[in-house]
T-cell receptor, first 113, second 116 residues
Framework: GAGVSQSPSNKVTEKGKDVELRCDPI?????LYWYRQSLGQGLEFLIY????????KSGLPSDRFSAERTGGSVSTLTIQRTQQEDSAVYLC???????????FGPGTRLLVL | AQSVTQLGSHVSVSEGALVLLRCNYS??????LFWYVQYPNQGLQLLLK??????LVKGINGFEAEFKKSETSFHLTKPSAHMSDAAEYFC??????????????FGKGTKLSVIP
């Protein structure tokens, strides 16, 4: 079946603008994760959704970052008032259940000018 | 807090030679351990994982890793490198966060080059 998909694949924006990144998990996967991959920090956990439970937001770096997951499927990561340090690859992963293997999408490469 | 250390940010091997990528972790509880591979401009692909049971784990593309609790290690090996193995490899550990998730904590990655 189809894997995790993310859009857009690349996004260039100006400092101060808001951006939305989208993730479509594998069908039937209840758990969804967002990670950020940057040169300086490596791969970092951002946020986690599991079914109807409250999300684990412990990895969000600032209140400019937020995410939602509608209908237990598609998720959107929003970055408000983007800064140059937000430039990174944003990776989404999903797993069948809480402790399941995480399968990653191709990522969205964000460049903030 | 858990952490993952990958020794060597860059490793070069000759085609046909042994590949050894080192990973050590710290975790307060028995961890789940993973190796992922990332090809340029692509996402992460799972190579293999250890959860419970047999400590020698076999994965895709001829890779395997051995969980050694006494050494807190999970080194990745492949007997004979192929040109197509050139990529970046990430070791990761997963444990319950306390906030409801099993997020992965990754090492910094090791970029593998294969010399013809």
């Amino acid at each position: 079946g189809a894997g995790v998909s993310q859009s857009p694949s690349n996004k260039v924006t100006e400092k101060g603008k808001d951006v939305e990144l989208r993730c479509d998990p594998i069908s039937g996967h209840t758990a969804l994760y967002w990670y950020r991959q940057s040169l300086g920090q490596g791969l970092e956990f951002l946020i986690y959704f599991q079914g109807n439970s409250a999300p684990d937001k412990s990895g969000l770096p600032s209140d400019r970052f937020s995410a939602e997951r509608t209908g237990g499927s598609v998720s959107t990561l929003t970055i408000q008032r983007t800064q140059q340090e937000d430039s990174a690859v944003y990776l989404c992963a999903s797993s069948l259940q809480l402790m399941g293997t995480q399968y990653f999408g191709p990522g969205t490469r964000l460049l903030v000018l | 807090a858990q952490s993952v250390t990958q020794l060597g940010s860059h490793v070069s091997v000759s085609e046909g030679a042994l590949v050894l990528l080192r990973c050590n972790y710290s975790s307060s509880v028995p961890p789940y351990l993973f190796w992922y591979v990332q090809y340029p401009n692509q996402g992460l692909q799972l190579l293999l994982k250890y959860t419970t049971g047999a400590t020698l784990v076999k994965g895709i593309n001829g890779f395997e890793a051995e969980f050694k609790k006494s050494e807190t290690s999970f080194h990745l090996t492949k007997p004979s490198a192929h040109m197509s193995d050139a990529a970046e490899y990430f070791c990761a550990v997963s444990e319950f966060s306390g906030a409801g998730s099993y997020q992965l904590t990754f090492g910094k990655g090791t970029k593998l080059s294969v010399i013809p």
